[in-house]
T-cell receptor, first 119, second 112 residues
Framework: KAGVTQTPRYLIKTRGQQVTLSCSPISGHRSVSWYQQTPGQGLQFLFEYFSETQRNKGNFPGRFSGRQFSNSRSEMNVSTLELGDSALYLC??????????????????FGEGSRLTVL | LAKTTQPISMDSYEGQEVNITCSHNNIATNDYITWYQQFPSQGPRFIIQGYKTKVTNEVASLFIPADRKSSTLSLPRVSLSDTAVYYCLVDGGGNRDDKIIFGKGTRLHILP
């Protein structure tokens, strides 16, 4: 079956602009989480969505936002871009597991990411 | 939130067994331990997951002592293609409000 698809794969923006990234999860997966990856900070959790509701949010400013649609596809938006927002943005999907089986997230399936460069 | 600590980097040679240890001192009762592998410019890929004792699959083994405050990922007979970053993740089995926290990962370099 098709994996997690992220678009666009690469993009270049300038400071002050805004960007929207898209993530299509694996069919049947209802949970989508987003991460920012930079060389210095590693993988940092941005937010998680389940059934169109944001379930949790990482320690990022309000410029970072997201949403999930009824078909489980998700988007994240970053407004007023800063140079430090340059990063690989990864999306992961998972099946919602029972509370005591395979952890809350079960296996996370990641997309290949969207590499954002802010000039 | 259970924070994880891993070595920043490790070197080994082809054909050797590699063990990467992750510390998670404040792991909660319902937390599971999961390991991911990441190659450059790719998303992480699931390797193995466990709750206690030992879990083995076709690519790795995961050893978890009784107190569960640490875990060890064991890669048997590594090859050059195992050069990657390995992340340990502690995930709450019952608490849906927990953030998903990845550590800084261990950069494993396999030498010929």
């Amino acid at each position: 079956k098709a994996g997690v698809t992220q678009t666009p794969r690469y993009l270049i923006k300038t400071r002050g602009q805004q960007v929207t990234l898209s993530c299509s999860p694996i069919s049947g997966h209802r949970s989508v989480s987003w991460y920012q990856q930079t060389p210095g900070q590693g993988l940092q959790f941005l937010f998680e969505y389940f059934s169109e509701t944001q379930r949790n949010k990482g320690n990022f400013p309000g410029r970072f936002s997201g949403r999930q649609f009824s078909n489980s596809r998700s988007e994240m938006n970053v407004s007023t871009l800063e140079l430090g927002d340059s990063a690989l943005y990864l999306c992961a999907s998972s099946r919602e597991k029972g509370t005591l089986t395979l952890g809350r997230t079960g296996e996370l399936f990641f997309g290949e990411g969207s590499r954002l460069t802010v000039l | 939130l259970a924070k994880t600590t891993q070595p920043i980097s490790m070197d080994s040679y082809e054909g050797q067994e590699v063990n990467i240890t992750c510390s998670h001192n404040n792991i909660a009762t319902n937390d599971y331990i999961t390991w991911y592998q990441q190659f450059p410019s790719q998303g992480p890929r699931f390797i193995i997951q466990g709750y206690k004792t030992k879990v083995t699959n076709e690519v790795a083994s995961l050893f978890i002592p009784a107190d569960r405050k640490s875990s060890t990922l064991s890669l048997p007979r590594v090859s050059l293609s195992d050069t990657a970053v390995y992340y340990c993740l502690v995930d709450g089995g019952g608490n849906r409000d927990d953030k998903i926290i990845f550590g800084k990962g261990t950069r494993l370099h396999i030498l010929p």
